[in-house]
């Protein structure tokens, strides 16, 4: 799911509808956790929320958008709660009743970007001490509406954005098929924060650590470890990076898997070692954890975040995964009576903050590539460094938000270069990429375009290529152009202990309906060079082929071979693959 902020969202052009429900007076008084009281207790401001955009496939009436929308928040106890400012500016939470409205029409002025209509329509109305601070939006266009959800950020996590477009769909689905839109109740924010309250304090261990780790950042949180020049607050600089595609994110989760620890604790090996290079001293975050204790939450709107501070000063995996798990546990306690000693959350210019979410793992799903979702961060003025991961099934995401210096972007830039770089290269080493047969290992990585004349030059190497494979480069090269623009291609090479090309091969993943849905792997081109044949090295890269189809939600493997070709058919044979169905070819 692609991370970016409303500078960076992309949107189509169409009419900005917005749906103002209607609203009772404030009721009944709501607990509020210690991190809603801090974020609402900074009084009320533009750029507090967070939102998710969508586009649906086909034009929805708005009739049933306003249903499906007023059918979730009647689901999630929070979005019918609303802050107002008690005596002496201390936040109070209220229930409020959320009823239909109407639909307003907001004006795109001649030359205005899209996205800065939106960012004023949400600045105004998704604000703390809103009633309510949330707000459904639609971009109408001919092929259907581009659907913006945003809510102050005290209300919600990204964990619950996933919910509110889940459920939002459903209530969708079911005005379609003609039933009612009402979803079953879940348990409310408000009940969490009343069973937070109810946990035991944190032991002395845990009190004295903390302590150690905001001493250490000089009795604040803790701080990026490079200089951000002027510590006033400055016009933010986002920058959205894509880290790995799906080949890279499965290399490292696989690493991640030898190596005996996480994604995420990979992940935090590789900032520790460019954190001690860069700036000669250990990883200090602020990290936020969930507080989904308990599955039953997990299908519940509200801010189920709370933080904690991580300190890794080791890059070796297995170091790094025990210094998550602390921050897991100093992250467990109720956070109020902790931080007491410092009259609540200490922060400083320079708050370096570092937020993960693995979407793969989370009990929610979405079909996000098909809905073209997008997270969607605020515009602000910001001191600090907030970094936040998206580990989905596309591949790894960041998106970085640091004041926007001189002296931090070289500083943030030159950080994030070194941490994509490094975790790159972790990828790129893993043991994915590498074959091993009897003594000898190989490497396989994806082709470049200078491998095409060796690969041709194997897939001539047969008493059939040598008459079907021509002499010119050029159909081969821009047939290679073609193959590497697509993603469901992968056109692999397998290089000895010497980088000399040993094998090829080109794999297709085709998702398809046949067979309930199933994808499909199927396996092209496989070649041996012919010093490297009938040494168990073609076995290997089957089975590496059958690995990397699995990985990307293959069911099912294919391959076709040359009726003549009676070695490679026993070949396959052996390996399991049958020939109960007939394949069919001819020429165009």
Known sequence: MRLTNVTHLRLPFGR?????????????????????????????????????????????????????????????????????????????????????????????????????????????????????????????????????????????????MLVILRDFRRALNRIHDGRPPTLRPVPAFDEHTRALRER????????????????ASGDVMPRFPLSLGDVDVHPERVEVRDVFGVDDAAAFSAQARVDGVSTLSLTVAAMTAVTREMAGQPLRAVFPVHSRYEPTWNDSVGWFITNSVIESSDPAPEAAAAAVREAVHLG????????????????????????????????????????????????????????????????????????????????????????????????????????????????????????????????????IGRSREVAECAPYEAAYDRVAHDEAHYLAVVRDAAGRMAGTMQLTVIPGLCRGGATRLQIEGLRVAAPYRSQGLGTAMLDWAHAHGRLHGATLAQVTTDETRERARDFYARLGYTTNQVGLKRAL
């Open 332 to 463: 467990s306690w109720p956070l109020e009576d902790i931080l007491a000693p410092w009259g609540g959350m200490p922060e400083g210019p320079g708050m370096f903050a570092i937020s993960w979410l693995d979407l793969r793992r989370l009990p929610v799903r979405v079909d996000a590539a098909a809905l073209e979702a997008q997270y969607v961060g605020a515009a602000i003025r910001t001191d600090g460094v907030m970094l936040w991961f998206i580990f989905d099934v596309d591949g790894l995401h960041l998106r970085c938000r640091y004041p926007d210096t001189p002296e931090a972007r070289e500083n943030v830039g030159g950080w994030l270069d070194q941490l994509i770089d490094r975790m790159r290269g972790v990828a790129h080493a893993s043991v994915t990429s590498r074959l091993r047969v009897g003594d000898a290992e190989y490497r396989i990585e994806r082709a470049h375009r200078g491998d095409v004349p060796d690969i041709v030059a194997l897939l001539s190497d047969d008493e």
């Open 200 to 215: 035991p304090v944190a032991p002395g261990e845990v009190r004295e650590r903390w302590a150690q780790i905001l001493a």
């Open 16 to 160: 900005l509808m917005g749906y103002d429900v209607t609203v009772n007076d404030t009721g009944v008084t709501q607990p509020i956790s210690f991190d809603q009281r801090r974020h609402v207790g900074a009084g009320d401001r533009a750029g507090s929320w967070m939102a998710l955009s969508f586009k649906l496939p086909e034009p929805v009436p708005r009739d049933d958008l306003a249903a499906a929308w007023l059918a979730v928040i009647e689901r999630h106890g929070t979005l019918r709660t609303a802050f107002t400012e008690g005596p002496g500016g201390v936040p109070e939470l209220h229930e409020i009743e959320v009823g239909p409205g109407t639909w307003t029409e907001h004006p795109i002025a001649p030359g205005q970007a899209v996205n800065d209509a939106l960012r004023e329509v949400l600045d105004a109305t998704c604000t703390p001490y809103s009633r309510p601070s949330h707000r459904l939006c639609v971009l109408e266009t001919a092929t259907g509406p581009t659907v913006v959800v945003a809510c102050d950020h005290s209300h919600v996590d990204m964990w619950s």
